[in-house]
């Protein structure tokens, strides 16, 4: 084949086509040197042995223009000089030279290339393509719903060269600064390393830059040699010197042939490699780091990993790397990724975790406390002791030393801050520290290794707790605390006495502090002594034996609350009847006797009333006072039966005497009665109220209380109301001051209840008002003007008889007679309620009204009896005109008018006879009308009595009809007057 098939075959051929073989057969035949060295660099191939080929052949046929070189070189002229004349002259010479240099450098990037290739060596990959991860292989080999047969195994795995990081094309063209860069954040150390050797001067430039391109997540112990040291000698960073593919340059690449052909006219400019400012892109760094230069790279890049990526520990490794390398000012910087990372990893799964990661500007600006809480922040109870002693301790050492570094020592820092985490953390958390500090262990193994120590913080901690229930944990915490054998000491005693008293007005909340801390607290109890620090916990066990007590019977409280309760009998008072009352009992039901035994026993204990200095729950109280609470609180749970059975005496006495137990049902039956929202005593707190009086036995105070709520459950069957459609409830009827005003509720809400005298007299008598003879006449008073306004007249007129007799009977019974306030006001309900009916014209019945009126003239006082005898002189001409009509009538019957007319003529005789013996009064009185009205209102018509009857117009038509009162009652007082002066009637 000619050259020129030759060239165009080579021409027409694609590059991936091209092979070791082919630029064998195409390129060596051609004649051409510089035809054939140009094409062997205008090709770039991904074949590494066609592009060794290539880059052979064209140094083969590069190598005769540089045996002319070296000739004309040796010429008399300086070398620069001639060499530029020499290739001004032979242009194919100096094409031959810039090829030449290219291939040159092509061959060591090959040769790069290889050994990159070789250290990578070969691995396994899936036929489901390269970039499948060996863990996901070996899950395939276990994959149930794979290959059926079960004795297959991983034989889809195959054997296949190393893919290279980057195309062989592009590794020969690239500038070596990308090339590395890139290399780096694909974390290729096996090629970075082959390439910081080979083309070290290319690289030292950027070896900061190619470090931060390294993934941050990366163990830093897998790029260590790319990391820098420390010369100790110079002080500067130490450079690695590295080993190229030549020691020595060709003559192509030197100064001379350079500047002389770049003084050449009419030569390609060299594009073979990237061209740009590498400068202008990346930092270059040619010069030494010194050291201090050195440690602030490290600082910096130590930010950089904890803050993006949050892995301490690879912090930590560059560190530690640094340190190796003799970078020195990293100490304290090791020591606190050191603790950050023991809180990353060993304190890790925290709740409260920040979402983003702890950077070290951040871990410096944490306070101790804070840090302590974040070491323990996940600790449990099981685990506490031990992540103290691996985590805290550890860090408030090297805080400790780090003070004494400083110059300013503070030997109590360890034992501040592990108590004030202590003391902010909650029971169940630091028992585990109490017991790991008991005396009984070795100093050394101890964690609270001073017994003063530990005794004042179990007290603050104790003390300042919130917990009501979590007494066996603060059992536990009693039980490791020292046991000091101290004499009797007056002093020491009177100290913790002193300040158990001060805390009692400290622990009071106020709005600036509604609550004390554990912190707070243990300032009380630093300045005591052994000696009372025993005597606290003396006290203290007291406490806890009550706090148990009140947790069994569901009234517990915090352990402070003894302090603030001490020797104040009033919060002792009140948490013995809350006991008493809200009873939960523990075991059994409550109903059982025994159960209600053990509460007065457990009530006694925390009295401890044999006691006289004590400071347990109720030691306030005396055991009179308990037992008197203890019986509250079991009659308020309306335990009666066992109530009434635990009063009977017994062998060791009563349990309150009669007259506490009066009293105390008393009480208890008017609590019931107070909060009942009905009157009926057969439901609800009435019935309670009725049957706690059935535990006492029934003296006249008990027998009276069990009457009044007879009276109110009879007062609540009739229906009254407080206000429109409330029903009157039992605290208002026990409020009401005038009880009499309860029956004339009764008798307005109700429209028959005046036909029930019995019933209302014995609801007076049950109101309180037993042999009250008033009570009586007001009430039956009541009764007939409620049935007066019914028009009810027969049933008012026996009501008013009835009242007459009791009147009466009071008068005579009376010890001091007509005299008494009672009898006079009694007597004044009468005659005014005599006097109202009597004048009554609807009712018929003529001889019982002027017998009403009769008993009017004869209670009254005198100035009244000018209006009443008015009605009454009324009342006797319409008896005559009645009487004269039936005289009349019967005259014409059987003629015996005669005889009629003289008995009545007798009769007035009589009347007039008697009528002269009364004195008469002044005749300026009011009227009659306006008489009853004002006596009886000022008397009886407090009482709101119901209308009923005739209509307030019939009312009216009826006081028209009827003859002017005041004119009547002049009239009757010129007539009595006549008849005591003995005038004629017909004068008159």
Same mark, same amino acid.
């Given at each position: 084949m000619s050259g020129i098939r030759l060239t165009e075959r080579w021409i027409t051929l694609k590059d991936d086509e091209v092979s070791s073989s082919l630029v064998k057969d195409l390129l060596c035949p051609v004649q051409d040197d510089l035809w054939v060295a140009a094409a062997c660099a205008d090709r770039v191939l991904d074949?590494?042995?066609?592009?060794?080929?290539?880059?052979?052949?064209?140094?083969?046929?590069? /190598?005769? #223009?540089?045996?002319?070189?070296?000739?004309?070189?040796?010429?008399?002229? /300086?070398?620069?000089?001639?060499? *530029? /004349?020499?290739?001004?002259?032979?242009?194919?010479?100096?094409?031959?030279?810039?090829?030449?240099?290219?291939?040159?450098?092509?061959?060591?990037?090959?040769?790069?290339?290889?050994?990159?290739?070789?250290?990578?060596?070969?691995h396994r990959f899936s036929e489901t393509g390269p970039g499948i991860a060996a863990d996901i292989e070996e899950e395939a080999w276990d994959d149930p719903w794979g290959d059926d047969n079960p004795e297959a195994g991983p034989s889809s795995t195959v054997e296949k060269p190393a893919i290279p990081p980057i195309p062989l094309s592009v590794f020969l063209t690239e500038d070596i600064s990308l090339l590395c860069l890139s290399l780096a954040s694909q974390a290729q150390f096996a090629a970075l390393e082959v390439l910081t050797i080979r083309h070290s001067s290319e690289v030292f430039p950027i070896r900061f830059e190619l470090i931060s391109r390294f993934p941050l997540f990366i163990d830093p112990s897998k790029y260590r040699d790319f990391l820098p040291a420390l010369d100790i000698q110079s002080g500067k960073e130490? +450079?690695?010197?590295?080993?190229?593919?030549?020691?020595?340059?060709?003559?192509?690449?030197?100064?001379?042939?350079?500047?002389?052909?770049?003084?050449?006219?009419?030569?390609?400019e060299e594009s073979d490699i990237a061209d740009f400012n590498i400068q202008q892109v990346f930092c270059k760094k040619s010069e030494l780091f010194s050291a201090e230069e050195l440690v602030s790279w490290y600082k910096a890049r130590v930010e950089d990993i904890v803050s993006s990526t949050g892995m301490v520990d690879m912090a930590l490794s560059l560190v530690q790397h640094g340190v190796s390398q003799g970078i020195l000012g990293l100490d304290e910087l090791g020591e606190d990724l050191t603790l950050l990372a023991r809180l990353t990893y060993d304190a890790s799964g925290r709740d409260d975790e920040p979402s983003e990661p702890i950077s070290r500007a951040e871990w410096t600006n944490l306070e101790p406390r804070e840090v302590v809480r974040l070491y323990l922040a996940q600790s449990t109870p099981e685990t506490v002791v031990n992540d103290i002693r691996r985590l805290v301790l550890p860090y408030l050492f090297v805080l400790e030393s780090r003070c004494e570094r400083a110059g300013k020592p503070d030997p109590g820092l360890v034992r501040r801050l592990l108590y004030d985490w202590i003391l902010s953390t909650e029971l169940g958390m630091i028992v585990p520290i109490f017991e790991a500090s008991k005396p009984t262990h070795l100093a050394s193994q101890r964690l609270i290794s001073d017994d003063e120590d530990l005794a004042r913080l179990a007290l603050a901690c104790l003390y300042g707790s919130n917990s009501v229930d979590d007494w066996t944990n603060m059992s536990r915490i009693f039980?490791?605390?020292?046991?000091? &054998?101290?004499?009797?000491?007056?002093? +020491?005693?009177?100290?913790?006495? *002193?300040?158990? *008293?001060?805390?009692?007005?400290?622990? #009071?909340?106020? *709005?600036?502090?509604?609550?004390?801390?554990?912190?707070?607290?243990?300032?009380?109890?630093?300045? $005591?002594? #052994?000696? &009372?620090?025993?005597?606290?916990?003396?006290?203290?066990?007291?406490? $806890?034996?009550?706090?148990?007590?009140?947790?069994?019977?569901?009234?517990?409280?915090?352990?402070?609350?003894?302090?603030?309760?001490?020797?104040?009998?009033?919060?002792?008072?009140?948490?013995?009847?809350?006991?008493?009352?809200? =009873?939960?009992?523990?075991?059994?039901?409550?109903?059982?006797?025994? =159960?209600?035994?053990?509460?007065?026993?457990?009530?006694?204990?925390?009295?401890?009333?044999?006691?006289?200095?004590?400071?347990s729950a109720f030691g306030a109280l005396s055991g009179d006072t308990i037992r008197q609470i203890f019986f509250r609180g079991l009659l308020s749970t309306g335990r009666f039966a066992i109530a009434k059975h635990l009063i009977q005496p017994r062998h060791g006495g009563r349990l309150l005497d009669p007259h506490t137990v009066d009293d105390i049902c008393l009480d208890c039956s008017r609590?019931?009665?107070?909060?009942?929202?009905?009157?009926?005593?057969?439901?609800?707190?009435?019935? %309670?109220?009725?049957?706690?009086?059935?535990?006492?036995? +029934?003296?006249?105070?008990?027998?009276?209380?069990?009457?009044?709520?007879? #009276?109110?459950?009879?007062? &609540?069957?009739?229906?009254?109301?407080?206000?429109?459609?409330?029903?009157?409830?039992?605290? @208002?009827?026990?409020?009401?001051?005038?009880?009499?005003?309860?029956? &004339?509720?009764?008798?307005?809400?109700?429209?028959?209840?005046?036909?029930?005298?019995?019933?209302?007299?014995?609801?007076?008598?049950?109101?309180?008002?037993?042999?009250d003879g008033l009570a009586e006449v007001k009430t039956?008073?009541?009764?007939?003007?409620?049935? %007066?306004?019914? @028009?009810?007249f027969l049933r008012a007129f026996e009501v008013s008889d009835r009242m007459i007799k009791a009147v009466l009977r009071l008068r005579q019974n009376a010890p001091l007679g007509a005299d008494s306030e009672p009898v006079r006001e009694a007597v004044e309900v009468c005659w005014v309620a005599c006097y109202q009916l009597g004048r009554q014209s609807e009712a018929r019945d003529v001889d019982r009204k002027m017998s009403l009126l009769g008993r009017a003239l004869e209670l009254c006082p005198a100035d009244k009896i000018v209006d009443i005898l008015a009605s009454w002189r009324k009342l006797e001409a319409e008896q005559i005109e009645q009487r004269r009509e039936q005289t009349s009538l019967r005259h014409s019957r059987n003629g015996d008018t005669i005889k009629r007319t003289g008995r009545v003529r007798d009769r007035t005789s009589n009347l007039s006879s008697r009528?002269?013996?009364?004195?008469?009064?002044?005749?300026?009185?009011?009227?009659?009308?306006?008489?009853? /009205?004002?006596t009886f209102s000022r008397v009886a018509a407090a009482f709101p009595f119901g209308m009923h009857g005739r209509s307030d117009e019939e009312r009216s038509r009826s006081r028209e009809r009827s003859p002017d009162v005041q004119s009547q009652a002049r009239h009757a007082l010129r007539k009595g007057v006549?008849?005591?002066?003995?005038?004629?009637?017909?004068e008159l």
């Amino acid at each position: 084949m000619s050259g020129i098939r030759l060239t165009e075959r080579w021409i027409t051929l694609k590059d991936d086509e091209v092979s070791s073989s082919l630029v064998k057969d195409l390129l060596c035949p051609v004649q051409d040197d510089l035809w054939v060295a140009a094409a062997c660099a205008d090709r770039v191939l991904d074949d590494i042995d066609a592009q060794r080929a290539l880059i052979d052949l064209g140094l083969e046929r590069t /190598s005769s #223009a540089v045996s002319r070189i070296e000739v004309a070189i040796h010429k008399p002229r /300086s070398g620069c000089e001639n060499l *530029t /004349s020499y290739f001004k002259e032979n242009l194919t010479d100096a094409r031959l030279c810039r090829i030449r240099s290219i291939l040159l450098k092509r061959r060591d990037r090959l040769r790069t290339f290889g050994e990159i290739m070789e250290n990578m060596g070969t691995h396994r990959f899936s036929e489901t393509g390269p970039g499948i991860a060996a863990d996901i292989e070996e899950e395939a080999w276990d994959d149930p719903w794979g290959d059926d047969n079960p004795e297959a195994g991983p034989s889809s795995t195959v054997e296949k060269p190393a893919i290279p990081p980057i195309p062989l094309s592009v590794f020969l063209t690239e500038d070596i600064s990308l090339l590395c860069l890139s290399l780096a954040s694909q974390a290729q150390f096996a090629a970075l390393e082959v390439l910081t050797i080979r083309h070290s001067s290319e690289v030292f430039p950027i070896r900061f830059e190619l470090i931060s391109r390294f993934p941050l997540f990366i163990d830093p112990s897998k790029y260590r040699d790319f990391l820098p040291a420390l010369d100790i000698q110079s002080g500067k960073e130490l +450079q690695s010197q590295g080993t190229p593919w030549r020691a020595e340059p060709d003559l192509v690449e030197s100064d001379d042939v350079e500047r002389a052909l770049s003084r050449t006219d009419g030569l390609p400019e060299e594009s073979d490699i990237a061209d740009f400012n590498i400068q202008q892109v990346f930092c270059k760094k040619s010069e030494l780091f010194s050291a201090e230069e050195l440690v602030s790279w490290y600082k910096a890049r130590v930010e950089d990993i904890v803050s993006s990526t949050g892995m301490v520990d690879m912090a930590l490794s560059l560190v530690q790397h640094g340190v190796s390398q003799g970078i020195l000012g990293l100490d304290e910087l090791g020591e606190d990724l050191t603790l950050l990372a023991r809180l990353t990893y060993d304190a890790s799964g925290r709740d409260d975790e920040p979402s983003e990661p702890i950077s070290r500007a951040e871990w410096t600006n944490l306070e101790p406390r804070e840090v302590v809480r974040l070491y323990l922040a996940q600790s449990t109870p099981e685990t506490v002791v031990n992540d103290i002693r691996r985590l805290v301790l550890p860090y408030l050492f090297v805080l400790e030393s780090r003070c004494e570094r400083a110059g300013k020592p503070d030997p109590g820092l360890v034992r501040r801050l592990l108590y004030d985490w202590i003391l902010s953390t909650e029971l169940g958390m630091i028992v585990p520290i109490f017991e790991a500090s008991k005396p009984t262990h070795l100093a050394s193994q101890r964690l609270i290794s001073d017994d003063e120590d530990l005794a004042r913080l179990a007290l603050a901690c104790l003390y300042g707790s919130n917990s009501v229930d979590d007494w066996t944990n603060m059992s536990r915490i009693f039980e490791c605390l020292p046991a000091w &054998s101290f004499g009797p000491d007056e002093d +020491q005693e009177d100290e913790a006495d *002193t300040t158990i *008293t001060s805390l009692n007005s400290f622990l #009071a909340p106020t *709005t600036s502090r509604p609550q004390v801390s554990p912190a707070n607290l243990l300032v009380f109890f630093k300045p $005591l002594p #052994a000696e &009372s620090l025993s005597r606290a916990l003396d006290i203290l066990d007291v406490h $806890l034996e009550s706090g148990e007590i009140l947790a069994r019977w569901g009234v517990g409280v915090p352990l402070r609350w003894f302090l603030q309760s001490a020797h104040n009998e009033v919060q002792q008072r009140a948490w013995a009847m809350k006991m008493a009352r809200q =009873i939960d009992a523990p075991i059994g039901d409550l109903d059982s006797e025994d =159960i209600w035994l053990s509460l007065l026993e457990d009530m006694l204990k925390l009295a401890r009333p044999e006691e006289t200095d004590t400071y347990s729950a109720f030691g306030a109280l005396s055991g009179d006072t308990i037992r008197q609470i203890f019986f509250r609180g079991l009659l308020s749970t309306g335990r009666f039966a066992i109530a009434k059975h635990l009063i009977q005496p017994r062998h060791g006495g009563r349990l309150l005497d009669p007259h506490t137990v009066d009293d105390i049902c008393l009480d208890c039956s008017r609590e019931f009665y107070d909060n009942a929202s009905s009157g009926n005593y057969n439901h609800g707190d009435m019935k %309670l109220a009725y049957d706690c009086l059935s535990v006492a036995p +029934q003296t006249y105070r008990i027998q009276k209380e069990r009457e009044f709520i007879e #009276a109110t459950s009879r007062i &609540s069957s009739f229906n009254v109301t407080s206000r429109s459609g409330v029903p009157m409830l039992p605290i @208002e009827i026990r409020l009401t001051k005038d009880k009499l005003s309860l029956i &004339s509720r009764v008798l307005s809400s109700n429209e028959t209840a005046y036909r029930h005298v019995e019933v209302l007299l014995e609801l007076v008598r049950k109101l309180g008002y037993q042999s009250d003879g008033l009570a009586e006449v007001k009430t039956l008073a009541m009764v007939a003007d409620t049935a %007066l306004q019914a @028009e009810d007249f027969l049933r008012a007129f026996e009501v008013s008889d009835r009242m007459i007799k009791a009147v009466l009977r009071l008068r005579q019974n009376a010890p001091l007679g007509a005299d008494s306030e009672p009898v006079r006001e009694a007597v004044e309900v009468c005659w005014v309620a005599c006097y109202q009916l009597g004048r009554q014209s609807e009712a018929r019945d003529v001889d019982r009204k002027m017998s009403l009126l009769g008993r009017a003239l004869e209670l009254c006082p005198a100035d009244k009896i000018v209006d009443i005898l008015a009605s009454w002189r009324k009342l006797e001409a319409e008896q005559i005109e009645q009487r004269r009509e039936q005289t009349s009538l019967r005259h014409s019957r059987n003629g015996d008018t005669i005889k009629r007319t003289g008995r009545v003529r007798d009769r007035t005789s009589n009347l007039s006879s008697r009528l002269q013996n009364i004195h008469m009064p002044s005749p300026a009185l009011p009227s009659a009308s306006a008489l009853a /009205s004002h006596t009886f209102s000022r008397v009886a018509a407090a009482f709101p009595f119901g209308m009923h009857g005739r209509s307030d117009e019939e009312r009216s038509r009826s006081r028209e009809r009827s003859p002017d009162v005041q004119s009547q009652a002049r009239h009757a007082l010129r007539k009595g007057v006549g008849w005591l002066l003995g005038a004629d009637e017909d004068e008159l």
